[in-house]
C-alpha cells in the first residue's frame, strides 16, 4: 500500500477493520481472480509520493473512495520480463560510489526498478541471509574489482548462504532506498544459476535452467569436477508451467487461443 504509518494523521484516518476489504479491493480483478506473477496489469493512481528516490503510489494516508489507485488486469500469464545481465561496474564507480546519472542513461537510475540479473558477484557479508525484518534483510556483494553493492535478500527461503568465496549470479530488480543520489540496491528473486536435471524423450538426462541465463554455456565433468569442457548440444527451448492446484485426477492438454 506505499503507506507510511508513522505519519498517519487524525484518528479514523486508518484502514482498521476495513483493511481486508481494502487489500482484496487491489488483488483481485473483476471476475474474482486473484492477481499473480507474470500477469499484465494497468494501475490508475490518484495520489502519489516522491519518497526513497522513487515515486510511490498511495492512498496519502486517507481512506476515502476518492484517494484509491485501481489494478487491472491487461492479460494474464504473459510472464515475467527477461533480467537484463549487468555487473557491478555498471552501478559502482572504481572508486565505490555508486554511480548517479541525472539523464538516466547509466547508473541506477537507468536500471532502476527494471529486472537485471547480476553476474560475476560473491557475497562478502552474509549477516542479512535468511533475516525477516526489512532493516536486517541486507548482504553485501562484492566483484573481482572489489566494488560493493547491498543486496535486499527475499523472504524466501533459500537455503544456507553462499560461501564467500564463491562466485554466482542473481537475480531481482533494482531498487532505491534513498532520495538523494544513492542508496541503490537489488531487491533478490533468484540465486542462480540452478539446473534440473530430469530425463529426456531418449531416456538420457535433460538438463534445464531459467532463460534469465541465456548466454550461459552448459559445461559438464566426468572426473568428480576436476576438470570440465563444454556440453555441445543443440539447446531445446521449452515452457514450464508449475501448476499450483491441488487436484490429483487432473488432465492437460494444449490448444491456440485467439488473442
Known sequence: MAQNYQAMGQAGQDYGTEWTNEMRRIQYDANGRKFRKGDLIEVTARKALFRGGKRNIN??????????????????????????????????????????DATRATGGEHWQG?????????????????????????????????????????????????????WFSVTGIINQENSN????????????PELRITQGANGRPAVSFSSDYDGYVLQYSDDGLNTWADLDATPVKTIIIEDQGDSINRMYRLIKKEE
Not at 64 to 77: C, M
Not at 117 to 125: A, E, K, M, N, P
Not at 181 to 192: C, P
Request: hydrophobic share 40%; charged share 20%; glycine share 8%.
Open 59 to 100: 492512498e496519502a494516508h486517507r481512506i476515502t473512495e476518492s484517494n484509491d489507485f485501481d489494478v487491472v488486469l491487461v492479460k494474464a500469464n504473459v510472464g515475467v520480463p527477461s533480467a537484463e545481465p549487468i555487473t557491478l561496474a555498471d552501478l559502482v564507480n572504481p572508486d565505490g560510489t555508486q554511480i548517479f
Open 114 to 166: 527494471m529486472r537485471v540479473r547480476l553476474d560475476q558477484i560473491r557475497l562478502s557479508t552474509t549477516n542479512g541471509w535468511g533475516k525477516t525484518n526489512w532493516a536486517d534483510r541486507i548482504c553485501l556483494a562484492a566483484d573481482q574489482s572489489g566494488r560493493t553493492f547491498p543486496l535486499r535478500m527475499p523472504l524466501l527461503d533459500l537455503g544456507p548462504p553462499k560461501a564467500t568465496d564463491v
Open 181 to 192: 543520489t544513492n542508496g541503490y540496491e537489488l531487491f533478490v528473486q533468484e540465486v542462480g
